[in-house]
């Protein structure tokens, strides 16, 4: 089931599905357009694959019996919700919720990236060497290769360059790989068994390749109905993610709501594209010269009851 055009990125834009979550209301309509994303790395490339510290042998001698002071923090990166801080997501007909945004009142958004073409080892030694909470949503034909991706993003480099291992050097980097189907289509024109195929195909595929099964699924463009949910739910999806904002080239920030800002619990949806480090750099950098902290996606979704 290829479509003539793989998305790049722009893709991914259309948001507004049948059900439509509490949140996902009011962005759906908004959302129609472009909406690429992309996000840009800080550290420099070159400043080496996090051998930094054993290259510093001085370090120890102070206190060899304790973690000198420069260990990076244990733990899963990204900042963590507070007691009481998130209210609860309901599920809705015994089926996974839709979810755009977290609910909570603090100012933390959270990193969301899609599909897989661009596979640029300098955007995982970034996303590893700063802790940053990124969650990653693999869709099996972008991770692979299979097709042409447009150039929307700048030229590419890294096309399908690590295939799957570069998406377990995601993992390592302390970033959950979720589901994206196998080869993105618009699930509202598949049967329920077809998407039933798409999604628990590429459940299965990412479980096998990355070692943990995903129990996040993001529908290509943002594009859903009741059969995807209940489809979801039987490949062991515990909650569908859209998103309130898109990031495209050059770190901006094409928001989905009126208003045009970013508000507390935002999902911001990036794509594997060219630049990704520097895009992802400049966005970084503009979520906290606003007063955002990056939110970790996984313990707020614990707290707000999501399994
Ligand atoms: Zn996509």
Not at 31 to 60: D, E, I, K, N, R
Not at 95 to 101: E, K, T
Not at 194 to 211: N, S, T
Request: charged share 20%.
């Amino acid at each position: 089931m290829r479509r003539g055009r793989r998305t790049y990125g722009t893709g991914d834009g259309v948001i507004g599905g049948v059900i439509g979550g509490p949140i996902g209301a009011a962005a759906g309509r908004a959302a129609a357009g472009a909406c690429v994303v992309m996000l840009a790395a800080c550290a420099p490339a070159g400043t080496g694959t996090g051998a930094a510290g054993s290259a510093t042998p001085a370090v120890s001698r102070t206190a060899p019996s304790k973690a000198p002071s420069t260990a990076p923090p244990a733990g899963p990166p990204g900042v963590m919700p507070r007691t009481g801080e998130v209210r609860p997501i309901e599920r809705t007909g015994g089926l996974p919720p839709v979810i755009s945004s977290i609910p909570t009142k603090r100012k933390v958004v959270f990193l969301t990236i899609d599909d897989g073409w661009e596979q640029d080892p300098g955007f995982t030694a970034q996303i590893r060497d700063q802790r940053i909470p990124v969650t990653a949503f693999a869709m099996r034909d972008a991770v692979e290769a299979k097709g042409t991706p447009d150039e929307a993003g700048g030229r590419a480099r890294y096309v399908g360059a690590g295939k799957w291992g570069y998406f377990r050097q995601l993992r390592d980097a302390g970033v959950p790989v979720e589901n994206h189907t196998l080869t993105h289509p618009d699930l509202r024109l598949l049967g329920r068994d077809a998407q039933r195929r798409e999604i628990c195909g590429a459940a299965k595929l990412i479980g096998k390749q990355v070692g943990a099964r995903p129990t996040l699924f993001r529908p290509p463009f943002g594009v859903y109905n009741t059969d995807t949910l209940t489809a979801a739910e039987n490949c062991g999806v515990t909650a569908v993610l859209l998103w309130t904002a898109t990031v495209q080239p050059g770190g901006k920030i094409a928001y989905q709501v009126p208003d045009k800002r970013l508000r507390p619990g935002d999902i911001l949806l990036m794509h594997f594209r060219p630049n990704l480090a520097r895009d992802f750099r400049v966005l970084v950098e503009k979520i906290r010269r606003r007063g955002y902290e990056l939110g970790n996606l996984q313990a707020y979704l614990a707290a707000a009851r999501v399994r």
